[in-house]
């Protein structure tokens, strides 16, 4: 539930920033999150297959354009279709309700 996440958020929100500065960054946090919510919510889904191969240890895309992407890019591709598309509907309401909150409207 979007509305839960934001108020925990909200909540949370003093410490997270305080975190946040800690590690050298000096602007809020929620500017972060927005940024990464954003990214997700543009990821386009590709077309082609995504088989995987397996020249070592570790999976690999067999499309080289794939095996390319950022890990992050490629770890929330394999969460699959499906999850990704609920996971970006989770998002998007958080998004909004974030940018709300952030100008004041309730």
């Given at each position: ?15 997270i ?5 800690e ?17 997700v919510?543009d ?24 095996e390319?992407l ?37």
């Amino acid at each position: 539930d979007s509305e839960s996440l934001v108020q925990w958020y909200l909540e949370l929100k003093p410490l997270i920033n305080q975190a946040y500065s800690e590690l050298g960054y000096e602007d809020d946090f929620t500017n972060t999150l927005q940024d990464a919510i954003t990214r997700v919510l543009d990821m386009e889904l590709p077309k082609s297959s995504m088989e995987l191969i397996q020249p070592s240890v570790m999976y690999k895309y067999a499309n080289p354009q794939l095996e390319a992407l950022p890990d992050t890019d490629k770890l929330l591709l394999r969460l699959g279709k499906d999850n990704l598309l609920v996971m970006k509907s989770v998002l998007l309401e958080l998004h909004e309700k974030l940018a709300q909150q952030k100008n004041g409207v309730h």
